[in-house]
């Protein structure tokens, strides 16, 4: 039995190297339906993170959003900045100030703030070059924006059809990618005097949530977050179009690898139609055709997951190169086998309908095939 399993075996592995070609592109369908689902998670994970890390970079330990806001939408400045002092004379509250957060092309943004009340909330930026605001036209910059776009502290940016001096880059992890002063973004949007959020520092952090239920008091109808509960909200499972997006790209990708499979696998039942027959003849039963095709289409897909892993970490290698400011991949090992459980059911959802049809042909008939 086990001579009869290992000389299976070698007969399958033998097949895939007699058609190399057919082979290498199905096992190339399969990596980029692997790819696909393990970059968009990725992406999806390591953009939110690091969302997560420059909101914990600001320092705070409470933010406050407009009323009917969501946890990432980018609404431009609905909020009074009257809000400020009053919060600011709440107990246990050492430190109030806003920001107007701005949606530039893509995912970016631009945030006014108060530098100096951002830099007693959260110790202020780390210059590795040039330094703070000196004029209005002055913008800062983050390291890895900086790097992509080329820039260096001199330069003139122009973005929200207003040209900037750049005149410092700043290590990267605090609030945002790029910053200008808040009275001067808040005339250019049209948003004089009014915030997109508020944060709040804290004499103890372990009364985030004390100070939370008492401002949900004052302002009812305010989205009130401690920092810890706000950056719990930025995952994958707590973003419900994120979650669906993700869900519709598996979807496609699978129907690919499905269909990549399907046609490979019915185009070799074809030409082996007389082969299939020569093995009938000698004793073969249709599960035992059945099961060759199926190992088959499972080595296949084994080598299409190994090779769409190693894929994932070129698109990663890509991203953190070419646009580090913009998407972040991270590697989200738990979904490797669920990656690869998807290619597999694919791959042999496409195999299953050419392997009867092996299995069902007659033995007379496929002799006679040429």
């Known amino acids: ?53 420059r909101a914990r970079g600001a320092g705070a330990d409470i933010m406050i959003r ?27 509250v050492v430190v109030a100030t806003g920001t107007v957060v701005q949606p530039l092309a893509g995912l970016d943004t631009i945030t006014g703030l108060d530098l100096a009340q951002f830099s007693k909330m959260s110790g202020g930026f780390h210059f590795l070059e040039g330094g703070p605001f000196q004029k ?45 002063q808040l009275p001067v973004l808040q005339d250019l949007t049209g948003n004089p005097h009014h915030l997109s959020q508020i944060y709040l520092k804290l004499d103890d952090p372990k009364r985030a949530q004390e100070v939370v239920n008492e401002l949900h008091k004052k302002l009812p109808n305010y989205p009130i977050y401690t920092m810890e509960e706000f950056t719990s909200l930025l995952s994958v499972s707590s973003v419900s179009l994120l979650r669906n997006f993700i869900g519709v790209v598996i979807g496609v990708a699978t129907i690919v690898g499905f269909i990549v499979v399907y046609m490979a696998m019915y185009t070799a039942v074809l030409e082996r139609t007389r082969e299939i027959g020569i093995l009938k003849a000698l004793g073969a039963s249709s599960t035992t055709i059945l099961g060759l095709l199926l190992k088959e289409t499972i080595v296949l897909a084994l080598s299409g997951i190994v090779a769409g892993i190693l894929f994932t970490y070129a698109t990663q290698w890509c991203m953190h190169h070419l646009v580090p400011s913009s998407l972040t991949q991270e590697t989200v090992y738990g979904w490797w086998p669920i990656a690869g459980a998807i290619a597999i059911a694919g791959a042999l959802l496409g195999a ?4 009867i049809k092996a299995a069902k042909q007659d033995v007379t008939e496929a002799l006679a095939y040429e």
């Open 1 to 53: 039995m086990a001579v009869r399993l290992g000389a299976i075996n070698r007969y399958v592995l033998s097949n895939l190297g007699y058609r190399p070609v057919r082979a290498a592109l199905s096992i190339l369908a399969i990596a980029v339906e692997v790819t696909m689902i393990l970059t968009l998670v990725g992406v999806s994970y390591g953009t939110l993170d690091a969302t997560a890390r």
């Open 66 to 92: 407009p009323p009917g806001s969501s946890v990432i939408g980018l609404s431009s400045a609905p909020m009074t900045d009257k809000l400020v002092p009053m919060l600011a004379q709440q107990p246990h």
């Open 136 to 180: 209005d036209d002055d913008i800062l910059v983050d390291e890895y924006y900086a790097r992509e776009k080329h820039l260096r502290v001199g330069d003139t940016v122009h973005l929200i059809d207003h040209d900037w001096y750049l005149r410092g880059i700043f290590e990267s992890g605090k609030l945002t990618r790029i910053a200008v």
């Open 352 to 355: 299953v309908v050419p392997a």
